[in-house]
């Protein structure tokens, strides 16, 4: 399988403004790696630089997701309706750590792919073989239920054969 290079974790409810937010995360652990650090565990090294991903994210409407109500329930002076997908721009990332060692070299590459995972519901973006610097300018969507939800974004190391 594919080798856990680090994720991100953005609370939505920040963005129920439905503003553009567009900045750089640090790549971290794995949640209960992080936990285990936290609790003091002495087998819990300092966590070392996974990297950077800039990400852009925006609440949207969209219509068409919206389950229509029955029509006593219309009115005429609906607002405009509430914020029920999530507008995900997957950018770049720098500073990824090296996951495929060169045979013939110092140094070596990975090669990222990138999971958006909100409740069960997944989008995947395409993999950048051999580069510790991707740049992917790719859009997803993913429905939103409520504001309690949380996005989770994790990084791995796309591996054919999963040996290495």
Do not use: C
């Not at 006593?72 to 029920?84: I, P, T, V, W």
């Not at 999971?115 to 997944?122: M, P, T, W």
């Not at 580069?131 to 791995?156: A, C, G, H």
Request: charged fraction near 35%; proline fraction near 6%; charge should be positive.
């Amino acid at each position: 399988g594919n080798d856990f290079m680090g994720e991100v974790r953005i609370p939505l409810k920040p963005l129920d403004d439905r503003r553009v937010s567009r900045r750089w995360h640090d790549l971290k652990p794995k949640a209960e790696r992080q936990k285990r650090r936290s609790r003091g565990d002495a087998n819990a090294a300092e966590p070392e630089s996974l990297g950077k991903i800039e990400v852009a994210v925006r609440w949207k409407h969209q219509p068409t997701r919206v389950i229509p109500l029955p029509d006593e329930f219309q009115r005429e002076d609906s607002l405009a309706g509430q914020a029920n997908y999530l507008q995900i721009a997957l950018v770049r990332a720098r500073k990824l750590k090296v996951m495929d060692k060169s045979l013939f070299k110092k140094g070596g590459s990975s090669d990222p792919l990138v999971k958006f995972d909100l409740d069960g519901e997944a989008r995947k973006s395409t993999t950048k073989t051999k580069n510790l610097r991707p740049v992917w300018s790719e859009y997803f969507e993913l429905p939103i239920e409520d504001d309690q939800q949380q996005l989770t974004i994790t990084m791995e190391d796309y591996d054919l054969t999963g040996n290495d």
